[in-house]
């Protein structure tokens, strides 16, 4: 074969993950080579947490992550910790901070992350070959991986695919990985998009609309999964951690419930207002409670009659507290792929060794990253999820 660049490992896809097993594999003097067909490596890394990069959490957890087999990433995840991730960015003097519920950003810039793993790569001796096509991989009798690109051939001991799902095709997101997966007789799980907005019947996304921009601290409850976080109304529907979160637990035609006050009792408060101000509005009343759009908004939404609150009965303020504490919305569905953060299934996991993510029946071959049927919850779950994964798959390529 003419042309055919000869190396230890391939890494298909220069993110997250594909950047951490390639300079893993690197560290274990493999020659390493990285292929993908966007023109720089890290994009979907470059533009997540607002360009701020939500790189790790605290509070890392098997049980905070979404596969068919609940024990599949307790390996990887033990093998090569936020601990460790964190030590690798204390050492590049990364300056970061924690936002909220252990979710760890960079102060600056995602770059300061891209260009620490290319750092890292490069001290590997990892080589890279930007806008490359691959048209054809095949495993032969030789044992190597031969991949064919629009630009060269290569051949390889350990090939590790790292394209990711579909999520954000904006990105470049493709489902090579499933394609390729399902060449090597893997099962492919039937995807969904993950950690994304939910979308309103009209009925309802016309007269929130109003009130677009309004967030506010809720629970969310579906599947008997539940998420304490802000909800953000938008113009297309529901967003806001909260939302994303629970996206992933929802399936079409599932209820959600929303508990609009959740760490108060609206029956309670409004006994003791009673008391302290009877002749005050419930419009005016639930405005010191919820921004004052918002509260109007509810109103409607609710069918309050805006009268004194000493003129409610008992059942209109049982009525408004179901209301406020069990709100049930029916979305009519979601965003969508071209804004989820990740996608929910792919390649499944019983194919794999959960200790070094090779494919059990194909000696050589990896699947890492988002291409699994392994998801994170929102908040540098995914992103863990990316760097030990990639860790285990380099350190066995």
């Not at 001290?123 to 048209?135: A, C, G, L």
């Not at 009209?202 to 629970?219: I, N």
């Not at 010191?288 to 309050?304: M, N, S, Y």
């Amino acid at each position: 074969m003419t042309n055919c660049e000869s190396v230890d490992v391939i890494v298909i896809g220069a993110g997250a993950a594909g950047l951490f097993a390639a300079n893993t594999a690197g560290k274990n003097n493999r020659k390493v080579k990285v292929l993908d067909h966007a023109k720089k490596p890290g994009k979907k890394i470059l533009i997540s947490g607002g360009g701020r990069c939500n790189f790790t959490n605290y509070y890392i957890e098997p049980e905070k992550y979404l596969c068919k087999n609940p024990h599949f990433c307790k390996s990887a995840l033990s093998q090569y910790t936020q601990w460790e991730f964190i030590g690798l960015v204390d050492d590049y003097n990364i300056p970061y901070h924690e936002k909220t519920l252990g979710q760890l950003f960079c102060d600056d810039s995602a770059k300061d992350i891209v260009n620490m793993l290319m750092n890292e790569c490069e001290k590997s001796n990892v080589s890279f070959s930007f806008q490359t096509e691959i048209t054809k991989v095949e495993k032969c009798e030789d044992g190597q991986f031969y991949v064919y690109t629009n630009k060269q051939s290569y051949k390889c001991e350990s090939l590790i695919v790292a394209t990711g799902g579909l999520s954000m095709p904006k990105l470049g997101a493709t489902p090579f990985a499933y394609k390729l997966a399902e060449q090597f007789g893997l099962t492919v799980l039937p995807t969904r998009a993950g950690l994304v907005p939910f979308t309103l019947d009209p009925v309802l996304k016309e007269l929130l609309s109003e009130v677009s921009g309004v967030s506010t601290d809720v629970t969310v409850t579906t599947n008997n999964m539940s998420f304490a976080e802000d909800m953000l109304i938008t113009h297309r529907g529901l967003s806001g951690p909260a939302i994303l979160q629970i996206s992933s637990y929802w399936h079409p035609g599932d209820q959600v419930e929303v508990n609009l006050l959740p760490n108060k009792d609206i029956e309670q408060l409004i006994t003791a207002a009673l008391i302290e101000q009877p002749n005050i509005s419930i419009k005016n009343y639930l405005s010191t409670l919820f921004a004052k759009r918002f509260a109007e908004k509810l109103i409607t939404l609710f069918d309050i009659p805006n009268v004194p609150i000493k003129q409610l009965n008992h059942k209109q303020i049982q009525a408004l507290s179901v209301n406020i504490h069990a709100w049930k919305i029916k979305p009519s569905g979601t965003e969508g792929y071209r804004t989820a953060e990740v996608t929910i299934g792919g390649i499944d996991t019983d194919h794999l060794s959960s200790k070094t993510m090779e494919v059990k029946s194909v000696s050589g071959l990896f699947f890492i990253g988002e291409a699994i049927d392994v998801t994170g919850w929102l908040g540098g779950y995914n992103f863990q999820w990316a760097w030990s994964s990639g860790w285990v798959a380099g350190q066995n390529a």
